[in-house]
């Protein structure tokens, strides 16, 4: 027979998380749905946004924010760079992350080694960029470049190229993904050399025996080991990459062909409040499925353990 | 057993490579940025970072050359009467156009100058405005030389740092503000490397004495609220 002090009522448990609620109610639930709720007034937050409707043109009344950051030029040209980041800099850092975490573990050199591709890290986002503007510097005048990529263009005899403000939209953006790939992919080899650690050697060992070569023992034994680290560090880098804002905010504030969703955010935040939170909502409906398929994973690998 | 081992090492030199090479690609940039920390802006803007070890030729060295050095000499010295190591000399026609015209007047009935070319720019007036464009580094050279203008300092400096550290806002540095007593118009205080005890006073003092030898008192200390050197 328990004690009727140890028996615990329905409240009990309530009782318990209602701090964590609370924390949860005011700091996220309440914010998100006051987004929401802005992302359908005018640019001042007073009126509907169908206010801002213009007669004999397209409009989706309440939700007239919306139609803007679907169709606008300016926007789609955002969610397509965005769609590129992500095509680009998730394979990107992982890709790298991966390649060195394996081929740090072979020499004897390896902290050191791993110590500086994780050193970017420790660099602010806005002061990495600065970094980079002055790798991409383009000296149009008579002077000397003074860009590493430039100088060394012109020590090969080739005209400088125009890293950030190319009229090949497909260059700047490249420009600035390389910057990414240099901040994160320290981030994606620390974890990932941590699962390439963790792989038991008695099966790689056992492997080489049977007679596999090192691109097999990879590709068969070590990859499907640590897959589901790679799902986990992808997902991160997908939520990370869809948030991407300050290296192109310094760089080329999305000029040129560089426009990225959160970039596009920012710079309706003082002048026009509804649609600035109807791309912030977009942003959020974006990142949804790709947390939920974060937070899945992490339960699946808790059930395993 | 010794050639296997040798064999295998041999293997894993491509591995080396690629490893260092990317260490070595992901260091450059933030390498690049620290070399330019301690380099001076005129520097910064005309040379690349990668050039910090290697002194740079002066502006206009190769034109003093060929025109000018083999009768003034490379130091400028040669000729007594106009002696281009002289602020005194070289301040009078620091305009490149009373330089041309000094350069065409003919001395003891002979060209002024002597190599053929410039000789022919110099007194051809229909390329004068070429022939100035040519002067200027000339001039600029010859600022450098004697001493009028002061030399962009390629070397490594602090003084970014020391700009950085003590909010400088100015528009030279602070050390140079500090240097030339600009501070003393109430833009800013040069007391920030002052030693907390300053070095005691010599026991006699006549009136009109500086001290900043004595004391070790730089003029930039002389902001210190306690430092004697005034």
């Not at chain 1, 850092?93 to 791993?114: H, I, N, P, Q, S």
Request: charged fraction near 15%; charge should be neutral; aromatic fraction near 10%.
């Amino acid at each position: 027979m328990v004690p009727k002090i140890m028996k615990q009522g329905t409240l009990t448990p309530w009782l318990y998380l209602s701090g964590a609620l609370l924390i949860m109610l005011v700091f996220i639930v309440y914010p998100t749905l006051n987004t929401v709720m802005l992302s359908l007034r005018d640019k001042t937050g007073t009126e509907s946004a169908a206010v801002d409707c213009v007669p004999g043109e397209p409009c989706w009344g309440t939700f007239e924010n919306y139609r803007y950051a679907v169709t606008d030029p300016e926007m789609t040209q955002a969610l397509r760079n965005n769609a590129l980041w992500l095509l680009l800099m998730v394979p990107g850092t992982v890709g790298a992350g991966l390649l060195f975490a394996v081929l740090t573990d072979r020499v004897r050199y390896e902290r050191l080694a791993k110590t500086i591709i994780f050193l970017p890290m420790a660099i602010s986002f806005v002061g990495a960029s600065i970094i980079w503007k002055f790798v991409y510097y383009l000296e149009s005048g008579a002077g000397a470049q003074i860009g590493v990529l430039n100088a060394l263009i012109a020590a090969l005899g080739g005209n400088p190229i125009p890293w950030l403000t190319n009229s090949n939209w497909m260059v700047n953006n490249l420009s600035l993904w390389i910057v990414g790939v240099w901040l994160w992919a320290g981030f994606c080899m620390t974890i990932l050399s941590a699962a390439l650690k963790a792989v038991p050697v008695e099966i790689l060992e056992a492997s080489r025996v049977d007679g596999a070569t090192e691109w097999q023992v990879f590709w068969r034994i070590m990859f499907p080991i640590i897959l589901p680290t790679v799902t986990v560090v992808t997902t991160t880098m997908v939520i990370n990459v869809l948030k991407i804002f300050d290296i192109v905010f310094v760089m080329t504030n999305g000029l040129n062909g560089t426009e990225v969703i959160a970039n596009r955010m920012f710079k309706f935040i003082v002048t026009n409040q509804g649609r600035s939170m109807a791309i912030a909502v977009l942003l959020i409906v974006l990142t949804i499925p790709i947390m939920i398929t974060n937070v899945r994973r992490f339960q699946e690998q808790e059930r395993i353990r | 057993m010794n050639t296997e081992r040798i064999r295998n090492s041999l293997g894993r030199i491509p591995l080396h490579v690629v490893v260092i090479g990317m260490v070595v690609l992901w260091l450059i940039p933030a390498l690049g940025i620290f070399v330019t920390s301690f380099r001076s802006r005129e520097a910064v803007r005309t040379s690349g970072w990668w050039t910090v070890l290697s002194t740079p030729p002066m502006p206009g060295g190769q034109e003093y050359g060929t025109a000018c050095a083999s009768c003034h000499g490379t130091d400028g010295k040669a000729l007594t009467e106009a002696d281009l190591s002289n602020p005194d000399v070289v301040g009078d026609y620091t305009k490149t156009a009373r330089m041309l015209q000094m350069l065409r007047q003919e001395i003891d009935g002979q060209p002024h100058v002597e190599d053929p070319e410039w000789q022919a720019l110099v007194q051809d007036t229909a390329r004068t405005r070429e022939a100035l464009d040519e002067l200027s580094p000339i001039s600029e050279y010859l600022g450098v030389l004697s001493g009028a203008a002061p030399a962009v300092e390629y070397g490594l400096t602090a003084s970014n740092w020391i700009d950085a550290l003590v909010g400088y806002k100015g528009t030279a540095t602070y050390q140079q503000d500090c240097a030339t007593g600009v501070s003393e118009s109430g833009k800013f205080q040069c007391n920030a490397f002052c030693p907390s005890s300053l070095p005691p006073l010599p026991p006699t003092l006549s009136p009109g004495w500086t001290l900043k030898g004595a004391c070790g008192c730089s003029p930039c200390w002389s902001a210190c609220r306690s430092c004697p050197c005034r």
